[in-house]
C-alpha cells in the first residue's frame, strides 16, 4: 500500500525495524563497523557478495557454491566489484562435477539470499610453502679478533 505521498508503507516498516535493531544493538555494544552489524543482523541469510564481504580479501581464488549443489560444483572467485555492503558483480570460473569451463563468467543468482557457502579461501589456508628456508647468515667475528698486528 501506498501513504500520500508515495511511500511504500510495508516497506517503510520493515526498514525501520531492521534500522531499530541496529540502533539497539549499537547503544547496547558500543560502537562497531557496518560489517560487523550485517554479519549479526543477517547471519543466516546472506546473498553472495555479504558473503564474499565477510571473508578475507573477498575470497578472491577461493571456491564459492551454493549449499544445495553437488561436493565438486562450485565457482572460484577472480573479480569482485561491490557497490556496497550487499550489491556488486562477481566474475569466476565454472566448476561442474568436476568439468572446469575454459573462461570467466559473471556468477549467476548472487542475490539469492542463504543459499551460498565458502569451500575455501586462500587468504584463510594458505598453501603449504614448498620454499626451502634461507641459511642463516654466517656470525660476525668477535670485536678485535681479526685485527691485523702491525
Not at 561491490?82 to 542475490?111: C, R
Request: charged share 25%; glycine share 6%.
Amino acid at each position: 500500500t501506498q501513504s500520500t505521498w508515495g511511500i511504500n508503507i510495508k516497506m517503510a516498516t520493515k526498514t525501520f525495524k531492521i534500522i531499530e535493531k541496529v540502533v539497539e544493538k549499537v547503544v547496547e555494544k558500543g560502537p562497531q563497523t557496518i560489517k560487523d552489524l550485517i554479519k549479526k543482523t543477517h547471519r543466516h541469510d546472506l546473498n553472495l557478495f555479504e558473503t564474499l564481504l565477510n571473508e578475507p580479501q573477498h575470497a578472491l581464488g577461493g571456491r564459492v557454491a551454493k549449499k544445495n549443489w553437488p561436493e565438486n560444483c562450485f565457482w572460484t572467485v577472480q573479480k569482485v566489484a561491490f557497490k556496497d555492503n550487499s550489491h556488486g558483480h562477481a566474475w569466476g570460473v565454472l566448476t561442474w562435477k568436476g568439468q572446469t569451463k575454459p573462461s570467466i563468467k559473471k556468477i549467476e543468482n548472487e542475490y539469492k539470499r542463504g543459499v551460498w557457502k565458502v569451500l575455501d579461501n586462500p587468504a584463510v589456508t594458505p598453501k603449504p610453502s614448498s620454499a626451502v628456508p634461507a641459511p642463516a647468515a654466517p656470525a660476525a667475528p668477535a670485536i678485535g679478533t681479526d685485527a691485523p698486528s702491525s
